[in-house]
């Protein structure tokens, strides 16, 4: 059983399309449905949903409520904005993973999802994500496009092989199916 953070960017190039009519942040979010309909949502594992731009923003706190999770998920282009400061999402999944909502015997990961690079220093984003790696939780990254930080997304990862790239859409539903596969077991 697991207990997961899906952190997604959502700053405005974000909002780029990848498509026509679709957008990266669309992508993005119908990537982590399907990680979602993966998980055993029946009192199991737990999702927390949360968006970052400048800022984080907790759209569902940590909860097996599948409905939830999914009108979060949704909600997220409500929480656009500029910027690209992902120790803000990575703090805010680590509070809610590290917090009472947290079941004990559950591992925990988080799937963080960006298509940028982060706006300040590295060592703000290596430095949250040294602190969740040495409370056991397991981080995967993702990088969509062609404008993203590998060398540090592939860092902050709990493993290098748990960053993904996905130059476009088109591999990104089978990235997380393929993480979806791999979180239950750390």
């Known amino acids: 059983t697991v207990d997961v953070g899906l952190i997604i960017d959502t700053s405005d190039s974000m909002l ?3 498509s026509p009519g679709r957008t990266k942040l669309d ?7 399907a990680l979602v ?6 009192g199991r594992d737990q ?14 706190p940590l909860t097996p409520d599948k409905a939830r999770i999914e009108a979060a ?54 430095q949250v994500a040294n602190q969740i790696k040495a409370a056991g939780i397991g981080i ?23 960053f993904y790239h996905s130059p476009d859409a088109t591999g990104l539903l089978e990235i997380y199916r393929r993480i979806a596969e791999y979180i239950p077991c750390p």
């Open 16 to 18: 780029g399309e990848v």
């Open 27 to 33: 992508a993005g979010i119908e990537a982590a449905q």
């Open 37 to 42: 309909s993966q998980l055993k949502l029946d």
């Open 47 to 60: 999702v927390t949903v949360i968006g970052f731009n400048s800022t984080a923003y907790v759209a569902a």
């Open 73 to 126: 998920l949704q909600y997220l282009p409500n929480t656009q904005a500029s910027g690209t400061k992902m120790n803000t999402g990575l703090q805010a999944a680590y509070d809610q993973l590290s917090g009472a909502s947290h079941k004990p015997g559950n591992n925990r990961a988080i799937v963080l999802l960006t298509d940028g690079r982060h706006e300040g220093p590295s060592d703000e984003v290596r």
């Open 140 to 162: 995967y990254t993702v990088g969509l496009g062609n404008d993203v930080d590998a060398a540090l997304l592939r860092e902050i990862a709990a493993d290098p092989s748990q």
